[in-house]
């Protein structure tokens, strides 16, 4: 367990390392706005822009790689500005709010589907998953994030009554660490705004990609190897030895959990829930953090701390809905579509775990992670190249690195689909011969 307090440890470091190189100057110097081009002139390469913070429109210069064939007018994007002599440039554009095709429409109601049931399974919010598929149909990094934060406080709370009638929540616990997952969620959308601000949309797709990279492959391995495990020795779930020595730690105020079946140190389960909330508002996942700390640091089984994550993710979706809200980075189309079928599989996931032992919960969990690590992972160079920390890629290079990317989301989805479905009809069809056998017996 000594792998995952290295994790948590290397998290906050990396936060505050980010908040001092991205907002206190490093890197080169940037400045990001939001807003609509009004008017665009190709011969003498200007542009008329309308800031969202400002009633006076403003002329900016186009730069070398914009493209004023390609700019919409009347189209909220995102610019990066350079000051130059003579004036300021506008370096980058892209558009904030994705175009919606019929396949993209389609694409995203599946996605929406599969990351419910995984929410309504493993209690993670399912973001990992929706998040880097957003980003994979073009949606900028930024406004992915925050868009799945708003899309998962509705789910979120579906999902924690119907795992609740299952008497697989506890109550106490979850709003112990939402509580310090708020004060997290403000300090992973403070970084992440950070990073916006100086970098632009590639230093946020950038940060976004890394973290889900290092989180993904750390805690899915770990995970992964504990299920596979369980499931040689068809065993039920232990207690870790780190739970163990810190439930031992008498440090008031102690806390007891009624349906977790733990007593711990509130200090052990603050600062974890603050890692959570911090994930959350960062890259819009925070089960990464919360449902692996509540089995290996707190001694909750995979069953309460998967039904408890969903707690959590209401009140940290429903806090760091108002934070991105008020920011202005939220897709409420994107929202709407993922919602209107993530509501239905979270259900069906839920549904799923009454029929499953503890370590199927955490064989989905670790396979989806170091698939969806593999997909985050291709698009990194490409962001790389991006920010010209090293070369651009040239195009066969991206086209591979893109179908890599795609692909192994897609396996991604499927295999979280196919495993959860066959989990739930196994168990349902188990349950059903021994309620037939128990029938007969009594006949």
Known sequence: MRIFSALVLTLFILVSASTAVFAGGGGPSK?????????????????????????????????????????????????????????VYASNIEIMFLDLSVSKFITL???????????????????????????????????????????????????TYKRYKYGQVDVKLGLVMAFSAIFGVQVGVTVQKAILNAWGNAGSNLYVSLVFVVVLV????????????????????????????????NIPPMMHFKTAGVRISAWVTLPLGFATGMLAATIAVGGFIGVPGMIYVVGASAMVASATELLIAFVMGTWGSIQWGLSGLID???????????????????LGTTYVKDYAIKLVMASV???????????????????????????ATASVLDFISFWALVAALGTAGVIITAAMVTGMMKARREEKALATEEV
């Open 218 to 249: 750390v805690v899915g391995g770990y995970v992964f190897r504990d299920a596979i495990r369980l499931a040689k020795h068809d065993a039920d779930d232990k207690i870790s030895p780190l739970a163990l020595k810190l439930q031992q730690l």
């Open 109 to 159: 109601m599946v996605v929406g589907l599969v990351g419910g049931m995984l929410s309504g399974f493993i209690g993670s919010g399912g973001a990992f998953v929706l998040t880097p598929s957003m980003m994979s149909l073009g949606v900028p990094g930024a406004i992915a994030v925050a868009s799945n934060m708003c899309h998962k406080f509705p789910k979120a709370l579906v999902g």
């Open 332 to 350: 409420i189309r994107l929202t709407l579509l993922i919602l209107s079928t993530s509501l239905i599989g979270v259900q069906l996931g839920a």
């Open 369 to 395: 992670m170091l698939i969806v690590a593999i997909s985050r992972g291709a698009k990194i160079p490409g962001y790389l190249g991006d920010l010209g920390l090293i070369a651009p890629l040239g195009t």
């Open 31 to 87: 400045n990001f706005t939001k807003g609509v081009f009004l008017e665009v002139d190709k011969v003498a390469g200007t542009a008329v822009f309308q800031a969202s913070d400002s009633d006076v429109p403003e002329t900016l210069m186009l730069g070398e790689d914009v493209d004023a064939g390609k700019i919409s007018l009347d189209q909220k994007v995102m610019v990066t500005l350079q000051e130059k002599e003579g004036g």
